[in-house]
């Protein structure tokens, strides 16, 4: 008798490995960090045997530029979300702080993804960070807001929304107190609503 079902082509099975491991290469670089995450850790959260991993990615450098990326695309979807839904700058802003403190619970036990990976790259001899680029992407977009605000000092704002933004994921991780994120942006957003 043979087998009836249907078959899935090998390149959606290869995607949905790759996707798998990166989704696992992900979590667990934010939950443990870049120097303690093994690529056989990778490969078992991610249901992969140990020697597909190699398939994907050579080396763990190559995990981390691929999340490196995927975190890029993840933003840049999330700010054409929120460009979808919202139509003046300031709404979009304090969109921006709604989703970066919709995560209050997860950055209290682990931090902020962006930033903790970003600080963790640092620290590392290259030059410049390879996260450098990833820590821009919102900047960039927060600045294009105040621009279209007409603000002459839209560089400058935009730097400040990161900093008090990761400041306090920082200062809620280290205290384990969510609410430090969600009491932050608060006030961020009523600084944007003051602009």
């Known amino acids: ?72 695309e993840q933003m840049q979807a999330g700010f054409a979300g929120i460009e979808a839904g919202h139509h003046d700058p300031k709404s979009r802003l304090k969109a921006l702080v709604r989703e970066f403190a919709a995560q209050h619970e997860l950055i209290a036990q682990f931090g902020c993804p962006l930033g903790t990976l970003c600080s963790e790259l640092d620290k590392r001899d290259e030059e410049p960070s390879p996260a450098a680029d990833l820590m821009h992407l919102p900047i960039a977009w927060a600045e294009q807001q105040y621009q279209a605000l007409g603000r002459d000092d839209a560089h400058e704002l935009a730097l400040d929304l990161m900093a008090a933004y990761e400041g306090s994921a920082l200062l809620a991780n280290t205290m384990r107190d969510p609410q430090i994120l969600t009491s932050a942006a608060r006030r961020i957003a009523a600084a944007i609503d003051a602009l």
């Open 1 to 72: 008798m043979t087998d009836q079902r249907p078959k899935r082509p090998a390149t959606a099975s290869r995607s949905d490995k790759r996707r798998r491991l990166l989704n696992a290469a992900a979590q667990l670089l934010h939950q443990q960090g870049v120097e303690r995450t093994t690529l056989a850790e990778i490969a078992q959260l991610a249901a992969v045997p140990t020697g597909g991993v190699y398939y994907y990615f050579k080396t763990k450098d190559d995990v981390i530029a691929a999340v490196i990326d995927a975190h890029a």
